[in-house]
């Protein structure tokens, strides 16, 4: 049994784990721990057992122990891991600064770190530290259906404000350049306030983009810029301020021409 610790509110750490797992083919039981009101959409979790961040890992007693994104976990909580498993991170850039002080002063050691994409020097350097192996990783996404839409595709998970910020920037992009495409909100629910004329699909997974996408309009959070990488060309991206992620220097680095 695989235990993955996915501390966090978000859909990114559960959309993360679904790439993981599908990457290296895992069929064995998944127990997914995570407070995340997303982890209830069966489309999200079908397949997982979905129990609480809080949940001992002793009682679990899983062969390996996935620990998404926060070396130490989302708030420095990690710090006594069974021993006799094996323990897998999965490293994304991080605000590194920001999380460095809520490392405890024996933080957990990995058997293997998987570096998603480059991460700060000063977090790379503390992962080789503490890990018997590192190793670059590219995550594939289980295979879905294109979504297809006329015109223009604005996708984010909320919250509602930075949900009707994504559009209102849509809508300034598209009047700036004189167009006047047909708008879609790709969201787990309709935000009040959405702008009448922009549609609304609750989709998941969302991607990849069919033939009628002109555009694709996202935050810069570590999947979207991923997933939509070979469309770089149709996609924008307005970061958001993130107190451990680093969606700035993540959206800055995908621009085109830009070296990582």
């Known amino acids: 049994m695989i235990a993955c610790y996915a501390a966090g509110g978000g ?8 790439a993981y797992l599908h990457t290296l083919a895992v069929d064995d039981e998944v127990v997914v721990l995570s407070d995340s009101p997303f982890a209830a959409d069966p489309r999200v979790s079908s397949g997982w057992t979905v129990r609480p961040a809080a949940t001992g890992l002793a009682s679990l007693a899983p062969d390996e122990l996935v620990v998404d ?15 006799g498993i094996r323990i897998t991170h999965l490293a994304r850039l991080l605000c590194w600064d920001a999380y460095r002080p809520l490392l405890p002063g024996d933080p957990p050691r990995f058997d293997r770190t998987f570096l998603l994409e480059p991460l700060d020097p000063a977090h790379e350097a503390h992962l080789r530290a503490v890990s018997a192996e590192v190793a670059p990783l590219v995550l ?6 294109p979504l297809d839409v006329h015109g223009w595709m604005i996708l984010h998970s909320g919250p509602d404000a930075e949900t009707l910020e994504l559009v209102g920037y849509a809508r300034d992009m598209a009047a700036m350049e004189g167009a006047d495409p047909p708008l879609t909100l790709v969201s787990p629910h309709r935000p009040d306030g959405l702008p009448a004329g ?24 570590f999947n979207a810029v991923r997933q939509f ?21 993540r959206a800055a680095r995908a621009r085109p021409g830009s070296t990582p």
Do not use: C, N
């Not at 594939?140 to 259906?145: F, L, R, W």
């Not at 699909?201 to 996408?213: C, H, Q, R």
């Not at 996609?235 to 680093?246: A, C, G, K, T, V």
């Open 229 to 249: 990488a070979p469309w770089r060309d149709r996609h924008r991206m307005l970061p958001f301020p993130r107190s451990l992620d680093d969606q700035f220097t």
């Open 140 to 145: 594939d996404d289980p295979p879905s259906a």
């Open 11 to 18: 859909l990114g750490h559960l959309t993360r784990l679904r």
């Open 198 to 221: 922009v549609a609304h699909l609750d989709v998941y997974p969302a991607g990849p983009p069919g033939p009628g996408v002109e555009r694709i309009v996202t935050a810069a959070g």
């Open 69 to 83: 994104a926060f070396p130490a976990g989302l708030k420095g909580e990690l710090t006594r891991l069974p021993s």
